[in-house]
């Protein structure tokens, strides 16, 4: 009787980061993050590296959004998190009618 495996469906590869885009690096994706930052993508390093692990070229990100660091750091695909695009700022009510401007005379 032959032996009969059930039907496994390869794992899909994990996404790979792209330039400009932000992540979210936790312990999930190396244990070098013991605590969690976030990171706009400069470039995936062509680097030697284990099989399922990658280098991406980034900066690191403060609360605010500005980059603080130049890092290089090594990675696992799959424990990458892309988190979701802030929402677009609300449009703030002003009680102020617009200025009307004429034209400009040079000269």
Not at 38 to 47: K, M, P, S, T
Request: charged share 25%.
């Amino acid at each position: 009787m032959p032996d009969r495996q059930p039907d496994r469906k390869p794992k899909p590869k994990p996404r790979k980061p792209r330039t400009g885009e932000v992540l979210h690096l936790t312990r999930a994706a190396s244990v070098q993050f013991m605590r969690p930052i976030f990171v706009r993508v400069i470039r995936v390093l062509d680097w030697p590296t284990y099989d399922g692990w990658l280098w991406i070229d980034g900066y690191e990100l403060a609360a605010n959004g500005d980059a603080v660091a130049r890092r290089s750091l090594f990675v696992m695909p799959a424990g990458l998190i892309w988190p979701d695009p802030p929402a677009p700022a609300a449009r703030r009510s002003t009680s102020r009618a617009p200025v009307k401007r004429g034209p400009v005379r040079v000269g």
